[in-house]
């Protein structure tokens, strides 16, 4: 289950957005979702129609999925929220875990990075129409196709990048085995505009509340900037799949993803040690 406050401003993408977020979990495990209910946050006084954008929004990327609402809840509350509680199934012997991954494995992302600096420079009013757009698309865009290509595939671990950034997930990921990982920061997908608004300032609180927890469990090389660092630590919103897979199955990884038409680069690998180092 997962829900959040408005991330951008029209409702019904708000709920297209907050509904693929729901469903990444399953997905990030191998798994089908099939039934849903709607959890929402509401205040009384607002007009009532807005929530029948944010349900319609939900409700449509639900469609997608091949997922049925079935219920929900709802509460009042001074600041609206929305989301999912998700159940699925995952075939026997096809469940990934966020752990696994072994020395020698790429490391493949889905997603690019970059939606909780570019959805707060939202709020401070600095972004075009044409970045909303995109952003709202990269974030509604459900992880199944990925899943699907990753099951076809096989990998030894998977994790959706979500509230605790590349960072913080990937280091979720090497807590099982004497392991670390290596990023090259050239080849980690980012949104463009997201290097205009972190050098802006619009930088979450979550994102700072990540550089904070997970700083002593990175190790930098020089010449890599704080903006970037700081764009590796950024709490995403709905963001893609990170993937362990063995190096002899990567390019079939990458085929299957293509085929389905996910966009996805290797940005490093697993290594033997601890934490994480990143490179230009």
């Not at 946050?41 to 997922?67: N, Q, S, Y």
């Not at 020089?222 to 199955?249: C, F, H, N, R, W």
């Amino acid at each position: 289950m997962d829900f959040f406050p408005p991330v951008v401003d029209d409702p019904y993408g708000y709920g297209t957005i907050a509904g693929a977020n729901a469903l990444s979990d399953v997905y990030a495990m191998g798994g089908h979702p099939l039934l849903a209910l709607n959890v929402v946050a509401f205040p009384k006084e607002m007009d009532t129609a807005i929530l029948g954008e944010i349900l319609r929004g939900g409700h449509e990327k639900a469609l997608e999925a091949g997922v049925l609402i079935v219920g929900g809840h709802t509460i009042d509350d001074p600041e609206p929220k929305y989301g999912l509680a998700v159940t699925g199934l995952v075939a026997p012997g096809h469940f990934v875990r966020n752990v696994g991954a072994v020395a020698g494995d790429r490391l493949v992302l889905t997603k690019p990075l970059g939606m909780g600096i570019l959805t707060t420079a939202l709020k401070a009013g600095l972004l075009s129409e044409e970045t909303v757009e995109k952003i709202t698309n990269i974030m509604a865009n459900l992880n199944r196709d990925a899943s699907e290509a990753m099951i076809e595939v096989g990998v030894h671990a998977c994790t959706d990048v979500t509230g605790y950034g590349l960072i913080g997930h990937l280091n979720g990921m090497l807590q099982v085995g004497a392991i670390g990982a290596r990023l090259r920061l050239a080849d980690i997908p980012v949104v463009p505009e997201a290097w205009e608004m972190v050098d802006r300032g619009a930088v979450p609180g979550g994102t700072g509340r990540n550089m904070t927890f997970f700083e002593k469990r990175v190790r930098w090389d020089p010449s890599i900037s704080v903006d970037a660092q700081t764009i590796l630590y950024d709490a995403q919103t709905s963001g893609g799949l990170l993937m362990a897979v063995a190096p002899e199955k990567e390019a079939a990884l990458h085929a299957a993803l293509r085929a389905r038409g996910v966009h996805a680069q290797t940005i490093g690998e697993i290594i033997k040690g601890e934490g994480v180092s990143v490179v230009p």
